[in-house]
């Protein structure tokens, strides 16, 4: 195989296989980006067998043929190099990868021991909007656990209808959920559970290009196109909890807060908060919210936020940090906080969010 290939082409693709490449090096060939030279373009794949990525780029291919490179490895080689083109070429001796006056030699393993992967059919395609995607992706993931047990909580559920694509994420202390109106294209309902690690890398597809994004779903795989790449990703197979059953319905205390000021008041407040807990104390009352923390180590704080609320006083504590992932998503002035007493879920809703339906379920902390 022989190419070359624009610096700036290459290496953006590159940067899009760092997230999926095998890093513990189990299976060594998954620690590599397996590389496609024909007619004027290079394609290039990358797995760990969870999560793969293809994509490609333009190029000037003088000899056609396929190889793998290590991903991490390559990627750095050409991120360092000069703003000019890149050449890589096969010998027996390895992989030639140069540029400029640089010249490096590369090792490379076998093609045969790449894993096959399958391919989207285009059957059944549903097209999704970019934006909008975007923003669900950014508004849930950090609700979704890293370490549960239970396979399925480490991913996000994701339901299209007709009309409408939800996505939500809990980790069983808190949940997030975002709904948007939007003519799918699709003829049945699909319900699957997106990997954490896919989540992720589909927001980072997101952020790059521009156009709609096409969403298929296989048997045992999920297929993302965006902007000529595409995400592939295994399905986690188990039962996703009744979502629906815990957004509380008789929340009848609700106070509206700044944003802003919310944000700032929690952030302070969390700094003499105990450590491992991180909880901060909503003391409610007419009028006026008091956030405050408390820990035998460091000390106690206290912020008071003006409100309009004339209902009963009561008091509950949360997870800052939860409280902060919520607040940091959402773009709108004003969010409300809806109560039934100090230990029943709280909701945190934007106000006035327009083009989305978001609803965040907090369990308050026994302090």
Do not use: W
């Amino acid at each position: 195989m022989e190419l070359v290939v624009r610096k700036n082409e290459l290496l953006r693709e590159l940067q899009l296989f760092q997230g999926i490449v095998e890093r513990k090096n189990t299976i060594p060939i998954l620690a590599n980006v397996l590389i496609e030279a024909h007619g004027d373009e290079v394609r290039m794949l990358a797995t760990d067998l969870e999560v793969a990525l293809r994509s490609r780029c333009q190029a000037s291919v003088a000899k056609a043929g396929a190889l793998t490179l290590p991903a991490k490895k390559l990627y750095e080689i050409v991120r360092a190099l000069p703003e000019t083109d890149v050449r890589i070429e096969e010998d027996k001796n390895g992989v030639k990868v140069a540029a400029d006056r640089f010249d490096s030699r590369m090792q490379t393993l076998p093609r045969e021991d790449f894993p096959t992967l399958p391919e989207s059919t285009g059957n059944g395609r549903a097209t999704l909007p970019r934006a909008p995607l975007k923003e669900m992706v950014a508004r849930t993931q950090f609700a979704i656990t890293g370490e549960d047990t239970r396979y399925f909580l480490n991913g996000a559920k994701f339901v299209l209808t007709p009309k409408t694509i939800t996505l939500v994420a809990t980790d069983g202390h808190r949940l997030a959920l975002v709904e948007v109106q939007h003519e799918v294209g699709i003829t049945q309902d699909v319900g699957v559970i997106l990997p954490k690690k896919t989540l992720l890398e589909l927001g980072k597809l997101l952020l790059e290009g521009e156009g709609d994004l096409q969403f298929e779903s296989g048997e045992n795989h999920l297929f993302f196109e965006v902007s000529g790449r595409v995400l592939i990703s295994r399905m986690i197979d188990g039962q996703f909890p009744a979502y629906e059953r815990v957004i509380p319905k008789g929340n009848d205390k609700v106070i509206e807060f700044d944003r802003e000021r919310l944000t700032s008041a929690v952030r302070r407040v969390a700094l003499l908060s105990n450590e491992r807990s991180r909880a901060v104390r909503f003391e409610i009352d007419k009028g006026k919210v008091e956030v405050t923390s408390s820990s035998s180590e460091f000390g106690e704080a206290r912020e008071q936020l003006a409100v309009d609320y004339a209902g009963p006083a009561l008091g509950i504590s949360f997870n800052a940090q939860y409280v902060l992932d919520f607040l940091n998503v959402v773009e709108t002035d004003v969010v409300s906080l809806s109560l039934k007493d100090e230990v029943s879920q709280a909701v945190m809703k934007p106000v006035g969010a327009e083009g989305y339906d978001y609803t965040y379920v907090i369990m308050p902390m026994r302090t």
